[in-house]
C-alpha cells in the first residue's frame, strides 16, 4: 500500500519511539531480575526459587526483543535516502541492509522469540529441574540449535532469491523472492519476501501445534 513521505516519516518515528521504550524496558526488567535472584540467593527466599527457576530465559527472551527491536530500526525508510542518514551508502548498499533484515528477523529473532515462550511455557509444567544453571544453559543451547534450519533457510531463499526468479521461478511476480523495491528516488524499500512469509508462517504454526499438544497431554490444565 502506497504511503506519503510525510505517513512514512511519521511511522518511522513512532517506531523508534516505540523500540526505545522497548529498550528501555527491557533493560529494567534485566536489572531486576538480576536483583530477584541476588535478593532470593542472599536471603534464602527458597519458596520463591522455583517460580524465578528460568531466570537466565527471562534474560535471553528481553534481548532476542532487544535485537528484533533494533532491526525494525534499521530497515525504516526514515533512515534512508536522499539527505538522510544512510544515503551516502548508495542503493545496492542499502539493498544488503534489507536482505540482512529479513535474514535476522524472520531467521533468527522471531523464531528465537518464539522458541523461548514455548520453553519457558514447558518450563511451568515441570514439577522440578528449572531450578539448576544447567537447565538454562541446555536451554539457551536447544534455542539456538532449533533455530538454525530456520536461519539457513532464509538465508538461502535471500542469496538464492535472485537465481529463482531467473529461473525455475521467473513466471512468479517478483514479490514472492524479492526482498527490497527501488522507489523513485533511488531509495531501498525493504519488504518482505512471500516465499519467506510462508515460511516462517510454517514454523509458527509448528510451535503452535507443539504447544496445544503439550496442553492437551497435561491433565492439570485439561480438566481445570
Same mark, same amino acid.
Given at each position: 500500500?502506497?504511503?506519503?513521505?510525510?505517513?512514512?516519516?511519521?511511522?518511522?518515528?513512532?517506531? &523508534?519511539? $516505540?523500540?526505545?521504550?522497548?529498550?528501555?524496558?527491557?533493560?529494567?526488567?534485566?536489572?531486576?531480575? &538480576?536483583?530477584?535472584?541476588?535478593?532470593?540467593?542472599? !536471603?534464602?527466599?527458597? !519458596?520463591?526459587?522455583?517460580?524465578?527457576?528460568?531466570?537466565?530465559?527471562?534474560?535471553?527472551?528481553?534481548?532476542?526483543?532487544?535485537?528484533?527491536?533494533?532491526? #525494525?530500526?534499521?530497515?525504516?525508510? $526514515?533512515?534512508?535516502? #536522499?539527505?538522510?542518514?544512510?544515503?551516502? @551508502?548508495?542503493?545496492?548498499?542499502? #539493498?544488503?541492509?534489507? *536482505?540482512?533484515?529479513?535474514?535476522?528477523?524472520?531467521?533468527?529473532?522471531?523464531?528465537?522469540?518464539?522458541?523461548?515462550?514455548?520453553?519457558?511455557?514447558?518450563?511451568?509444567?515441570?514439577?522440578?529441574?528449572?531450578? %539448576?544453571?544447567?537447565?538454562?544453559?541446555?536451554?539457551?543451547?536447544?534455542?539456538? =540449535?532449533?533455530?538454525?534450519?530456520?536461519?539457513?533457510?532464509? =538465508?538461502?531463499? &535471500?542469496?538464492?532469491?535472485?537465481?529463482? #526468479? *531467473?529461473? %525455475?521461478?521467473?513466471?512468479?511476480?517478483?514479490?514472492?523472492?524479492?526482498?527490497? *523495491?527501488?522507489?523513485?528516488?533511488?531509495?531501498?524499500?525493504?519488504?518482505?519476501? =512471500?516465499?519467506?512469509?510462508?515460511c516462517h508462517g510454517l514454523f509458527a504454526i509448528m510451535l503452535t501445534s507443539y504447544l496445544f499438544l503439550a496442553w492437551w497431554k497435561n491433565p492439570? @490444565?485439561?480438566?481445570?
Amino acid at each position: 500500500m502506497p504511503y506519503s513521505r510525510f505517513a512514512v516519516d511519521a511511522l518511522g518515528v513512532i517506531t &523508534i519511539i $516505540l523500540v526505545s521504550i522497548l529498550v528501555l524496558a527491557g533493560l529494567f526488567c534485566i536489572l531486576y531480575l &538480576i536483583y530477584f535472584h541476588t535478593k532470593i540467593r542472599g !536471603q534464602g527466599y527458597n !519458596q520463591l526459587g522455583y517460580f524465578h527457576g528460568p531466570w537466565i530465559i527471562r534474560i535471553v527472551f528481553i534481548l532476542f526483543a532487544i535485537w528484533w527491536g533494533f532491526g #525494525e530500526v534499521v530497515r525504516l525508510n $526514515l533512515i534512508r535516502g #536522499e539527505g538522510r542518514l544512510l544515503s551516502a @551508502f548508495g542503493f545496492r548498499w542499502q #539493498e544488503t541492509v534489507c *536482505k540482512c533484515y529479513i535474514v535476522s528477523s524472520l531467521g533468527f529473532a522471531e523464531p528465537c522469540l518464539y522458541l523461548t515462550v514455548v520453553f519457558l511455557l514447558r518450563a511451568s509444567l515441570q514439577k522440578s529441574g528449572t531450578l %539448576s544453571q544447567k537447565w538454562n544453559g541446555k536451554t539457551v543451547g536447544y534455542i539456538l =540449535l532449533f533455530c538454525l534450519p530456520v536461519f539457513a533457510l532464509q =538465508l538461502v531463499l &535471500i542469496l538464492a532469491g535472485p537465481q529463482l #526468479e *531467473k529461473n %525455475s521461478l521467473k513466471h512468479l511476480p517478483e514479490y514472492f523472492t524479492s526482498p527490497v *523495491k527501488q522507489s523513485e528516488d533511488d531509495v531501498a524499500l525493504c519488504t518482505y519476501p =512471500l516465499l519467506s512469509t510462508f515460511c516462517h508462517g510454517l514454523f509458527a504454526i509448528m510451535l503452535t501445534s507443539y504447544l496445544f499438544l503439550a496442553w492437551w497431554k497435561n491433565p492439570a @490444565f485439561r480438566y481445570q
